[in-house]
């Protein structure tokens, strides 16, 4: 038994075989050119031994050469870990360590930090992707491999991990969430689905292959036998660059990219972007005027959706169909459910929210993963029953539309009284001179916690605090005032442009702002 | 100056290969998204140490630093500055 990933893309390269498979900086492959990549690819991992079940580590950029990666690796039953590769080499390490890591594929700059800081120690082979390095095998071997689908000695039933996700940044213990490939198989199949994707769709990937976002947007459409547009690093003006000249006709978006680009969108020489088809913003709610904007000008279907990368895309709204739910991010697709829990309910069924009570949000999914690699204990602690609590807040409606209320831990209880700190990012969110801002809680002695408040302004533009605060006090609860503001240049957040609350704090102590 | 050019050229490609065709003197590796305004506070750090130079406040907020050839040029005058 083959791959059906692997044999779903072979067989599509031997039905359109001169059909673009791919494009990314440039750089193109037909089906029938990818095919040979993939295999090529594949008989050179098989000469330096790898083997089925092998865990493979690859501080990942954007390239053809990576997606290939995917499908050789689906086709011999290896599991890839893709790295971020600017993450600090002691991360890296540590996420190796926590991956079972066998061989590695990497650029020269990473092999020689390795060795500046003791050398690396993996049992199998390492691979150089550009030029030579002393001790591994250079990538360029791959042209004289064979163009022929490997035989394999070894099922591939589709229960193998394919791709091992490493969710912790630069701090904490790596959490691998475990994706097999029948995973990749179902929610490539349940976005078809939902989203209508056809082979004539040309699907854009802009945000990093080391995220399961752009992993699944590069899978999807060469099973599909449609056409992958995969940007190689993102930049607002990259990306419209791309847009214009590729003419993609389907993406699911970060919305802080979204902004950016409306911004780039809005200026006077702009070009006019009019390939989409439908366009999907994800992983944070994006602001009702970003979205009227973006709408007016690429004139397409857009949709919000939900989700984690343990439990794949749970829900969907299309904006143009559901016009009096401006603010939810959706109904459940067909694969999955959700409860909403109350707090404390660890041992008690009966504690769902009643509708338009705010609660943790819990799916049952059949897109899950497989769990967290070898952290069970971890993935228990995460399931309340068959639903995977996901940390988020939200609450449903009548209707059964899901409504984010920022995160769990992100909750700043001031008094006993909780705080969503995303009800007061919205409201200041408004004034003309903020850029964007985040509440998030601050100790104190009294009160336990209170609200603190990062803005950072529009550029050329100053932040009057006498002003805000007077803002502040018209147009939020009294528990909701910041106590404490502070003027940034910038939030932090992670690669995928995801606000980390948690860290305003310490952000700002680093910067010696809190005085 | 070869070999300070070389270092930053190794340095931004360090994810990336740069296209054969892009006039690599005049590349804005930030404009081109080779390394982020995060991955430049270290990028700094790394400079400052291989070639023992302190950047001023006034040199992080020129565009020049963020160009291939100008960055080489201001660290080959805070290098002869130090020697002198």
Known sequence: MRSRLASMFYANAQMNPDKLAIWCDGKTATYKEMADLVSRYSNLLLRQGAAYGDHIAIPMNNSIESVALFFSAADLGICVVPLNPSLPLEAIKAAMAAGDIKHVIARRAFFADCEKSGGLDIPGFAICLDKEYPGTVPFEKINEMPVERPEIDHDVDGSESLILTMTSGSTGTPKPIDISQDNKYERSMAHIRVYKITQDDKILAATPLYHSLAERLVILPLILGATSILLPRFTPAIWLKCVEEQKPTFTIAVSAQLAQILELLKQPDAPKITSFRSIVSSSALLEASVKYELIDLLKCEFHEMYGTSEVSTVTDICFQETKNKQNSVGKPFDEAEIRILRDESESDFDTDCAPGEVGEIAVKSKLQCKGYYKQEAMMNAAMFGDYFRTGDLGYLDEDGYLYFAGRKKELIITGAINVYPHDIDVVVGRLPEVEECAAFAYPDDRLGEVVALAVVPKEDQEINLRALKTYCARNLADFQQPHKIFIVDKLPKNTMGKLQRMAILDYVRENGLDQ | ?84
């Open chain 2, 1 to 84: 100056m070869e070999n300070v050019k070389e270092f930053i050229i190794d340095y931004i490609q360090r994810e990336y290969d740069i296209p054969d065709d892009v006039d690599i003197l005049n590349l804005n590796y930030v404009e081109e998204g080779y390394i982020d305004s995060l991955g430049l506070i270290q990028f700094i750090a790394v400079i400052e140490d291989e070639f023992g130079i302190t950047f001023t406040d006034e040199d992080l907020e020129s565009e020049d630093i963020k160009v291939v050839g100008k960055m080489a040029e201001l660290i080959a005058s805070k290098m002869e500055g130090a020697a002198e």
